[in-house]
């Protein structure tokens, strides 16, 4: 079983740059898809950002295309959120995931919560203007 643990949140200022790591444990995770979703207060869990098993291939939310990056060392078991540029409306609770159901090494990527199967318990991530 794995369990996924995001760091990396807390407050900061906009225009700051804070970079969000999730850790895999339990089982190597570094041949499946992973993806950043967060939910703002009030509102659903939206998707951020996905990343292939290799890396080759990533995929944004419109909202955060050119200011986020998604990345990962397998190595480490770990994949990261490099976040530039903050604003207040990306103040957030941001959770990471894996989808285990494919095969590994499939060369797709998802953007849909409902296409994952492990997911972190979140870090919050609190934008300052």
């Known amino acids: 079983q794995v369990q996924l643990v995001e760091s990396g949140g807390g407050l900061v200022q906009a225009g700051d740059s804070p970079r969000l790591s999730c850790a895999a444990s339990?089982?190597?995770?570094?041949?499946?898809?992973m993806g950043w979703f967060r939910q703002a207060p009030g509102k659903e869990r939206e998707f951020v950002a996905t990343?292939?098993?290799?890396?080759?291939?990533?995929y944004y939310a419109e909202s955060v295309k050119g200011r986020f990056t998604i990345s990962r060392d397998n190595a480490k078991n770990t994949v990261y959120l490099q976040m530039n540029s903050l604003k207040p409306e990306d103040t957030a609770v941001y959770y990471c995931?894996?989808?285990?159901?494919?095969?590994?090494?499939?060369?797709?990527?998802?953007?849909?919560?409902?296409?994952?199967?492990?997911w972190g318990q979140g870090t919050q991530a609190t934008v300052s203007s």
């Open positions: 995931a894996v989808r285990l159901r494919s095969p590994p090494y499939s060369g797709r990527y998802y953007s849909s919560e409902r296409e994952y199967d492990a």
């Open positions: 339990g089982r190597t995770v570094s041949s499946y898809c």
């Open positions: 990343i292939t098993w290799s890396g080759s291939s990533t």
